[in-house]
């Protein structure tokens, strides 16, 4: 049986990779943390209005409007799963809501 210290230990050593796993997500974002949010957001309306016409056209007009590039967005969300609008909101925003 692990003793007290054990225990400690290995819940610090958790901590510690859970902390790193986050960091790691957040480098990955291809635009800033408050800004994925919003763009949830957008999808989420947008889809509840128009529908999803299998591309990734509302996030390439949210990233214009935005100001940010394109390219990096599409290849980061089909690193999750992400190839269409309604799947970058089913598939990527709860994998990323909690950082």
Same mark, same amino acid.
């Given at each position: 049986?692990? +003793? @007290?210290?054990?225990?400690?230990?290995?819940?610090?050593?958790?901590?510690?990779?859970? #902390? #790193?796993?986050?960091?790691?997500?957040?480098? +990955?974002? =291809?635009? =800033?943390?408050?800004?994925?949010?919003?763009?949830?957001?957008?999808?989420? @309306?947008?889809?509840?209005?128009?529908? *999803?016409?299998?591309?990734?056209?509302?996030?390439?007009?949210?990233? #214009?409007?935005?100001?940010?590039?394109?390219? =990096?967005?599409?290849?980061?969300? +089909?690193?999750?799963?992400?190839? *269409?609008?309604?799947?970058?909101?089913?598939?990527? #925003?709860? @994998?990323?809501?909690?950082?």
């Amino acid at each position: 049986m692990p +003793s @007290q210290e054990d225990k400690q230990r290995r819940k610090a050593l958790q901590n510690q990779l859970n #902390e #790193e796993a986050k960091a790691s997500k957040l480098a +990955s974002l =291809p635009m =800033p943390k408050e800004k994925l949010a919003v763009y949830f957001d957008y999808l989420d @309306q947008e889809l509840t209005e128009h529908g *999803c016409d299998d591309t990734l056209h509302l996030t390439k007009q949210f990233a #214009e409007a935005e100001g940010l590039a394109f390219e =990096p967005i599409k290849l980061w969300l +089909s690193d999750y799963g992400g190839y *269409c609008d309604c799947e970058a909101l089913a598939n990527v #925003e709860e @994998q990323f809501e909690h950082l």
